[in-house]
């Protein structure tokens, strides 16, 4: 019996040794470290603008350098910067600042790649480099173009100086004396900074708000069609400020007598129409809108047709900027790349 429970006590304790003792998993080896390279930028200044497709710049004195000129964008500097873009086959973005310290700070911050307008040569900050429009505004004052420097790039600087020197002959006179008598600003009353689109202003923003669209928008496709003429008919028919065809005319309930407001409110019924009939797969906002304005320009059927050949050409059907426009009719392509241009500008000098 002895033997027995010695046994008994002897497994007991056997098996309490053996719940205290703690066994110690391995400790797992640290993962090895994953180092992502980053692909090297073998773009160089001038290529990133080109991928870009915009150059950004901004320029001061909006009375001379950039504004609104019956519905148009104008001004000393505007006119010198969009030549120099349609010369590279780019598209223009400007802004309008005061403060050269600000703009030389949004240079070196990379957002915009030149500052073009009127400069005190005497507070130009030495880490920028800058090309002098002669002739000077004043003593010690001059119109400069103004840009950040790199390292062993001089692609953009160099193709500044040569659009410059092709320029400086007599196209830069003709820009100059359109807006300078001798070394002065005209006093013209039609060179007076605007701060509207058109005398349609007031009836536009109501139309718009009606639409939930922004009234520079629709005020810039009315420009494209009528340059804001009431009574305009065209060879095809079309008449008006928004350019409605008799068939659309008739289908809102509008004729050769209708107020501005009948007009407009016809226009907008036949964009938000457009808006509407558009497939739900054209999901971003601004690739929308530009299918709203080709569909407008050619008709909706012509913009499915588009984007039909689109995607038989491997191009994505829901996207209008270097796919379906591609594919649509050359006047269509220009109509939306026009119409979206000038609202560029008219945000930029319109509240």
């Given at each position: 019996?002895?033997?027995?429970?010695?046994?008994?006590?002897?497994?007991?304790?056997?098996?309490?040794?053996?719940?205290?003792?703690?066994?110690?998993?391995?400790?797992?080896?640290?993962?090895?470290?994953?180092?992502?390279?980053?692909?090297?930028?073998?773009?160089?200044?001038?290529?990133?603008?080109?991928?870009?497709?915009?150059?950004?710049?901004?320029?001061?004195?909006?009375?001379?350098?950039?504004?609104?000129?019956?519905?148009?964008?104008?001004?000393?500097?505007?006119?010198?910067?969009?030549?120099?873009?349609?010369?590279?086959?780019?598209?223009?973005?400007?802004?309008?600042?005061?403060?050269?310290?600000?703009?030389?700070?949004?240079?070196?911050?990379?957002?915009?790649?030149?500052?073009?307008?009127?400069?005190?040569?005497?507070?130009?900050?030495?880490?920028?480099?800058?090309?002098?429009?002669?002739?000077?505004?004043?003593?010690?004052?001059?119109?400069?173009?103004?840009?950040?420097?790199?390292?062993?790039?001089?692609?953009?600087?160099?193709?500044?100086?040569?659009?410059?020197?092709?320029?400086?002959?007599?196209?830069?006179?003709?820009?100059?004396?359109?807006?300078?008598?001798?070394?002065?600003?005209?006093?013209?009353?039609?060179?007076?900074?605007?701060?509207?689109?058109?005398?349609?202003?007031?009836?536009?923003?109501?139309?718009?708000?009606?639409?939930?669209?922004?009234?520079?928008?629709?005020?810039?496709?009315?420009?494209?069609?009528?340059?804001?003429q009431l009574d305009l008919e065209s060879d095809m028919g079309a008449y008006g400020l928004m350019q409605l065809m008799p068939v659309n005319m008739d289908k809102y309930g509008i004729d050769y007598?209708?107020?501005?407001?009948?007009?407009?409110?016809?226009?907008?019924?036949?964009?938000?129409?457009?808006?509407?009939?558009?497939?739900?797969?054209?999901?971003?906002?601004?690739?929308?809108?530009?299918?709203?304005?080709?569909?407008?320009?050619?008709?909706?059927?012509?913009?499915?047709?588009?984007?039909?050949?689109?995607?038989?050409?491997?191009?994505?059907?829901?996207?209008?900027?270097?796919?379906?426009?591609?594919?649509?009719?050359?006047?269509?392509?220009?109509?939306?790349?026009?119409?979206?241009?000038?609202?560029?500008?008219?945000?930029?000098?319109?509240?």
């Amino acid at each position: 019996m002895k033997r027995i429970e010695s046994i008994f006590f002897g497994l007991f304790c056997l098996l309490l040794a053996t719940a205290c003792h703690e066994t110690k998993a391995p400790e797992p080896e640290p993962a090895p470290e994953i180092i992502i390279e980053e692909p090297e930028d073998t773009l160089s200044v001038l290529e990133h603008i080109e991928e870009r497709g915009v150059i950004r710049a901004a320029t001061n004195k909006r009375h001379i350098n950039y504004r609104l000129l019956n519905g148009r964008p104008a001004g000393f500097q505007f006119e010198l910067l969009d030549d120099f873009c349609d010369a590279l086959d780019l598209d223009l973005s400007l802004s309008v600042n005061d403060s050269l310290l600000e703009c030389y700070q949004m240079l070196k911050d990379g957002e915009i790649d030149i500052f073009a307008g009127e400069i005190d040569t005497l507070l130009i900050d030495s880490s920028l480099c800058y090309r002098m429009i002669e002739p000077p505004v004043e003593q010690d004052r001059v119109f400069a173009w103004i840009t950040l420097p790199a390292d062993n790039d001089t692609s953009f600087i160099s193709v500044i100086d040569l659009w410059m020197g092709d320029y400086k002959s007599s196209d830069l006179k003709k820009c100059y004396s359109k807006y300078f008598n001798g070394k002065k600003i005209r006093n013209d009353s039609s060179f007076k900074a605007m701060s509207y689109i058109c005398q349609y202003d007031n009836l536009i923003k109501a139309e718009a708000k009606k639409m939930d669209w922004d009234w520079r928008l629709l005020a810039s496709i009315i420009y494209q069609e009528s340059h804001f003429q009431l009574d305009l008919e065209s060879d095809m028919g079309a008449y008006g400020l928004m350019q409605l065809m008799p068939v659309n005319m008739d289908k809102y309930g509008i004729d050769y007598d209708s107020s501005v407001e009948e007009q407009l409110e016809a226009g907008g019924k036949l964009l938000l129409h457009l808006d509407h009939d558009l497939p739900e797969s054209i999901s971003d906002s601004l690739e929308r809108q530009k299918f709203v304005l080709a569909s407008y320009n050619a008709g909706l059927g012509h913009v499915l047709e588009s984007r039909i050949a689109a995607e038989k050409h491997g191009k994505n059907p829901n996207l209008w900027t270097d796919n379906v426009e591609f594919f649509c009719p050359r006047q269509t392509f220009y109509f939306v790349k026009e119409v979206s241009k000038r609202y560029s500008h008219y945000k930029a000098l319109i509240e």
